[in-house]
């Protein structure tokens, strides 16, 4: 697959060694010159594989926004044209701070972007476990929400990609502020309740 990553932070940065590694084409969206955070990402896979964002946009078929909540609005503004594009939000709204005026990152991404294709992962985990989803020999779950289906399909299709086990489907847009509230419970019980970030969630059936 063609993917665009918008944000070489930790997030961006796990999944881009991991979709490398499975033969993606994938490309970083950066303002030019590299911040000091991307050249050190370069390091690992390639500073050629920086772009600028638009251009970035316009070589891929999948965008993946992995940037700081408060500027989702902002950054899905700047994507150019994405007719045709699908967008995966891994973004969350933490302790009320966001895009203004929106309660959650993927409603802010679709009021600012062509895309209908837009759906919500890789929120609901830390980037650590993004790097390793393998606890024990068991690999953790990864989950996405929204009404594009061809969007959850090649969600699900990246998440396998990236390690995880299953990828299971919450539902459609009107579930994206519940993935929300599921990544501060995460959030909440790696940092706030002392466990530590490395713990990730599985679901067991019978």
């Known amino acids: 697959m063609k993917i665009a990553i918008i944000g070489s932070g930790n997030v961006g ?3 881009a060694q991991k ?4 033969g993606h084409e994938v490309v970083m969206g ?4 590299l911040s000091d955070k991307s050249r050190k990402l370069g390091e690992a896979i390639g500073e050629e594989r ?5 251009e970035a946009v316009r070589i891929s078929d999948i965008i993946v ?15 150019g044209d994405t007719n045709g594009k699908i967008i995966i939000d891994t973004m969350n709204v933490v302790m009320g701070r966001g895009p203004a005026g929106f309660g959650n990152t993927s409603d ?9 294709d837009v759906v919500k992962c890789f929120n609901t985990t830390g980037y650590n476990n993004m790097a390793d989803p393998v606890y024990q020999g068991v690999a953790i779950d990864a989950f996405v929400a929204g009404d594009s289906v061809i969007g959850k399909e090649i ?22 502020q519940l993935m929300e509230q599921f990544a501060f419970f995460w959030i ?14 599985k679901l067991l059936t019978r």
């Open 188 to 201: 909440n019980l790696a940092m706030f309740r002392g466990l530590g970030r490395e713990i990730g969630f």
């Open 19 to 22: 979709w490398i590694l499975k």
């Open 108 to 116: 802010a991404i679709l009021a600012h972007t062509a895309s209908r």
């Open 13 to 15: 940065g796990a999944l």
């Open 30 to 33: 950066a303002r030019l010159p």
């Open 155 to 176: 969600a699900s299709k990246l998440a396998a990609d990236a390690g995880f086990g299953a990828c299971y489907d919450v539902g459609g847009n009107d579930k994206f």
């Open 65 to 79: 926004l992995a940037t700081p909540a408060p500027m989702a609005a902002e950054v899905a503004g700047s994507l």
């Open 50 to 54: 920086f772009v600028n964002v638009a």
